[in-house]
């Protein structure tokens, strides 16, 4: 039972700080308008200097101050685990450690693709204000995180209700 409990802390660990380098590499080569309108004045409640020496590290907080959300997943799975009577074997813990291993690869290369695909050129000729596109990438990393959560909920119920088949 340690195995799935240790997994979903981890998994939880892993968003965290993975979001907070997504929104530091965002910031630093991507988008820093969205920094400077709504990361650093709504989040951080602090002025966006990008003279700062720390303006990067304040973008990867900003990112990481986002996630108490995933809390209430992680909470959940926890409770789950914690009222299962079912004994999981070794096969079982291995497909939702490799599951969750496989999920933290998703979320990576999912929110590099969004970075990556985002077109600075639709920013550059309007002002931050006015501009709803700059709030792209962090619609897609919601998305990619809420898919994750719900397939990693899934294997939960699976693991607690002996629903996975890898006998």
């Not at 596109?133 to 939960?156: D, P, Q």
Request: a neutral charge; charged letters at 15%.
């Amino acid at each position: 039972m340690y195995i799935p409990c240790i997994t979903v802390m981890a998994f939880f660990v892993y968003q965290v700080l993975e979001i907070g380098m997504s929104d530091m590499i965002e910031h630093i080569f991507v988008n820093p308008a969205v920094h400077k309108i709504h990361n650093f004045p709504g989040i951080l409640k602090m002025e966006y200097n990008p003279n700062d020496p720390w303006v990067n590290f304040y973008a990867f907080k900003s990112g990481v101050m986002c996630t108490p959300i995933l809390l209430l997943p992680l909470m959940v799975k926890l409770i789950l685990l914690a009222l299962t009577f079912k004994r999981s074997d070794k096969k079982d813990n291995n497909a939702f450690l490799w599951v969750h291993m496989i999920l933290m690869l998703f979320l990576t290369f999912a929110d590099m693709i969004v970075l990556y695909t985002y077109d600075q050129d639709k920013t550059k000729n309007l002002s931050p204000n006015l501009n709803i596109y700059i709030y792209r990438n962090h619609t897609w990393f919601y998305l990619t995180h809420c898919i994750a959560e719900f397939i990693s909920l899934g294997w939960t119920v699976g693991m607690c209700y002996g629903l996975l088949f890898c006998r």
